[in-house]
């Protein structure tokens, strides 16, 4: 299968990369930019919250932890292995550990504390930025998106399966803030990491890998 190679792809690595950055800074200074988006979104979701919900939710966001995901995203290289697509497979491996290694420094980086315990709808430990649910999902989706779908020859199964792994990733996002257990920033900057990861992923195997198979 080859991916094909995309002009703007490195400029939307920067971008990515870029707005990330300038995030994880406004994370760490404790921005009141960051505030206002968390305060905002919060106050959107926050007062939906119900017992029947709040139940849905924690059902719902256990199929998106960072482990989950990890096993969904080994499974389907696991499959392009046995397609004997080694070079991709590899690839995509390699992406899937550098990727998540990045996440980790930077959540240790920023060390940015979870919303307070009292207000969690969750269990929930370690640093809140990036968060790892929705990185993890984002990856996944991703893998999906470019490594599955273009192996579907019928275009509307294309289209319906690109729109769920899209809507799975916001449904993820929403979990993670309606429980409490991330701040609104901490999704969008997972957004922003997988983008900026994906995309200098594809730039080296468009440039290294695909065209020397």
């Known amino acids: 299968m080859e991916i094909k190679e995309n002009k703007n792809r490195p400029i ?44 849905i939710a924690n059902i719902v966001t256990n199929f998106g932890s960072p482990m989950v995901s ?17 070079a991709l497979a590899i690839w995509g491996f390699a992406t899937l550990i550098f990727g998540n290694g990045i996440a980790y420094v930077f959540k240790h980086l920023a060390a ?13 430990d370690g640093f809140s930025f990036p968060s790892g649910h929705t990185f993890g999902t984002c990856m996944f989706a991703l ?8 192996r579907i020859k019928n275009q509307t199964t294309q289209t319906v399966i690109k729109v769920l792994a899209i809507i799975w990733i916001i449904i993820i996002m929403l979990t993670r803030i309606y429980l409490r257990v991330h701040f609104p920033t901490d999704t969008f900057g997972s957004l922003l990491l997988a983008g900026a990861v994906w ?15």
Do not use: M
């Open 70 to 86: 990890l096993i969904l995203s080994i499974l389907v290289l696991a499959f392009i292995f046995f397609k004997r697509e080694y």
């Open 12 to 55: 939307w690595a920067i971008i990515y990369s870029i707005l990330f950055l300038l995030l994880f800074i406004f994370v760490k200074i404790n921005s009141p930019i960051v505030q206002g988006i968390d305060n905002f979104v919060r106050g959107i979701i926050i007062p939906i919250t119900n017992e029947h919900l709040t139940t």
């Open 112 to 124: 940015r504390p979870r919303p307070e315990l009292s207000q969690r709808l969750a269990p929930a």
């Open 143 to 150: 893998l999906i998106i470019y490594l599955i779908v273009p």
């Open 199 to 213: 995309e200098f992923a594809l730039i080296i195997w468009t440039h290294f890998f695909s065209k020397n198979k």
